[in-house]
């Protein structure tokens, strides 16, 4: 149980896909600009990564190694295309306002690469864990960056406006700028995190 809690929180904080290994930058930068849309890709991507990491450790037994990146990323683009038809149709709104970074979805490094690391070599239920949990982890940067960039943007969360009339909201923040400065600090706060973290395991051991 201990292992599987490790393998489903390492991509929340330790290894968040954005904030530590930094992949997937585009979403983070194009459609962060509110939290309705940074939640909507977060829980997108998160879908497609948890479900064809099932798929792929499914069918680990039964791919060439030689053809296996092909297999992968049609795998994805599957999952993808579904994902987009449930948008289509039930949030017809979002789907508008996402536009064709919903198909860039396919090619989001952080999916092919837990594909190919961790699904391609485990079981079915410690690949969902890891998808599912490397999704958690990039819907809660994708979440923070919006609510950043949208309060301080626009003085509003979640369309609501939090700020009055008088805030005169710089368009730093809703500009790609404002969000590499967004995600900048952001990295910086989870590095300086995790290396206390790392620091209190290392004195627990030694005790």
């Known amino acids: 149980m201990k292992n599987l809690w490790r393998i489903f929180s390492k991509g929340i904080i330790s290894e968040n896909p954005i904030l530590v290994l930094a992949l ?10 509110s939290v309705i849309t940074s939640l909507t890709m977060g829980l997108t991507v998160t879908f497609v990564i948890s479900l064809n990491n099932i798929v792929v450790s499914l ?32 949030a017809p709104q979002l789907y508008k306002a996402l536009g064709n970074y919903l198909s860039l979805v396919v090619v ?13 070599k485990n079981r079915v239920f410690p690949s969902f864990l890891d998808g599912f949990g490397m999704g958690c982890g990039f819907t809660l940067a994708m979440v923070t960056i919006g609510a950043i960039r949208e309060f301080f943007g626009s003085g509003s969360l979640l369309g609501i406006r939090i700020l009055g009339s008088w ?27 995790n290396k206390k973290r790392e620091e209190r395991q290392k004195e627990r051991e030694a005790a």
């Open 167 to 193: 805030y005169n909201a710089p368009l730093l923040f809703v500009m790609a700028p404002g969000a590499f400065i967004v995600i900048g600090y952001l990295v910086a706060a989870t590095k300086s995190l």
């Open 24 to 33: 997937s930058l585009c979403p983070a930068l194009a459609v962060t600009s």
């Open 108 to 120: 989001f490094a952080i999916i092919l690469a837990r594909a190919e690391s961790f699904a391609s």
């Open 59 to 90: 069918t680990r037994t039964f791919v060439n190694p030689k053809v296996r990146v092909p297999v992968y990323i049609t795998s994805i683009a599957t999952i993808v295309t579904l994902a987009i038809l449930v948008l289509q149709a039930y």
